[in-house]
């Protein structure tokens, strides 16, 4: 088995888009920030989220049984600050973008890359994570702008256009 | 239900880090590019990849039961290509480049990132997909340089230091 610091080294040089992970519904509202998401299939449009089964909005995405993948754009890293600091409020964070929804009633954000709006198919416990299948049900994207990744321990922006950065 | 056209319009945006799985055992080698894996726990040390049943390569990794990561570094763009390509026969993915073994007996690239040696500890079938939940047994990292990911459907590098790009 491998030790966990040695792995949190190797894990921090795979690079990840940067989401915010909302759900609303009969629980109520909340959203988190999340590297650990990936595309599983697209028959049918599939999805998956991992997200800790300690932490403090897990219960909200399993009783809402929604989610929206919210794909962060570069102009957005402090959103990602925000839902990923345990200091500040879900009513806080909320207020600090503007939100709209689509069909699940999952917050939407106004300038994400793309937003994924997902019914949880299926959830899988492995370890300390829970892993939400989800197949989308509608999607928001906008015109093509800068991605946000996080890389190396810190936030890297990626061109609209292709080539070296 | 979402349209696949659109869906796989809106995953385009999600930037991904360029990766070659490996495998090697009863079965023989093969290895494909993938950029659907992601970390799920460190407790203990669990990572995912989904890859597609139909793929020529698929019953080498269930049969093996054992792969490897290798997390491709900017310098290694050309590896993407050649593991993605179905006229390059395994034999000749091999061949161009150098490998080494850690504990599974898998391949690992010499000039990976990050290379993370697993044994494939469960399987879920997911559409038209297997999600492989990975052990991470041993791994080998490299001095940080720079990263490659995938974005809007062209490669993209990553500085080893932090900061817009």
Known sequence: MLEVAR????MAMLAGAVNVITTDGPRGKAGFTATAV???????????VCMNRSSYAH????????????????????????FSNREIS????????ECSVLETGSPVFADALVSFDCRIAQIEEIGSHTIFFCEVVEMQQSEPKPGLVYFNRSYHHLGAAGGAA
């Open 38 to 48: 990936c595309t599983v299939t697209d028959q049918p449009p599939t999805l998956l």
């Open 59 to 82: 219960p909200f995405f399993v009783d809402n049984g929604v989610l929206c993948v919210n794909l962060l754009s570069a102009g957005q890293q402090d959103l990602s600050g925000v």
């Open 90 to 97: 879900m009513e806080a964070r909320f207020a600090s973008t």
């Open 7 to 10: 792995y949190r080294n190797g």
